[in-house]
């Protein structure tokens, strides 16, 4: 049995390196980077500082139904707390004096946040005005 087992796997040994030579005709894999052409070593200037609107002004939407815009930076949301319900929340809205999260973003107990409303970027995006585009818009 020993002997049957040693000569199967020396079959299959040799049998798993037969063949395998490279393709003398393969060609070279071009790869380019998503920061274009340009070299590590090129000094690019810094972007911009963002200008948000004056507190307690709102940004006016550009179509119906969009989302209103977040006229500050954008403050770190993770699986663990949202920040911003620190100043949003229906509890906290009037003292702050910010809007509250709408009663369609939360949960039947009027204080928590739907899963699904939970990371409120999604939809809300801070908004400078002096930010160049990052893409085209013809809207």
Not at 17 to 38: E, F, I, M, Y
């Amino acid at each position: 049995m020993k002997k049957l087992i040693c000569v199967a796997m020396l079959a299959l040994g040799l049998s798993a390196c037969s063949g395998q030579a490279p393709l003398s005709d393969a060609q070279p894999v071009n790869v380019k980077s998503l920061a274009g052409d340009s070299k590590i070593s090129e000094v690019r200037p810094a972007d911009i500082m963002p200008e948000y609107p004056n507190r307690g002004k709102s940004l006016e939407r550009t179509f119906a139904d969009q989302p209103p815009l977040v006229p500050h930076k954008d403050y770190a949301i993770s699986i663990k707390k949202n920040t911003c319900i620190n100043c949003h929340s229906p509890a906290k809205a009037k003292r702050m004096r910010t809007t509250s999260v709408p009663a369609s973003h939360l949960e039947a107990d009027g204080q928590t946040l739907k899963g699904e409303n939970y990371f409120c970027t999604q939809c809300h995006v801070p908004q400078a005005s002096n930010k160049q585009a990052i893409v085209d818009n013809s809207f």
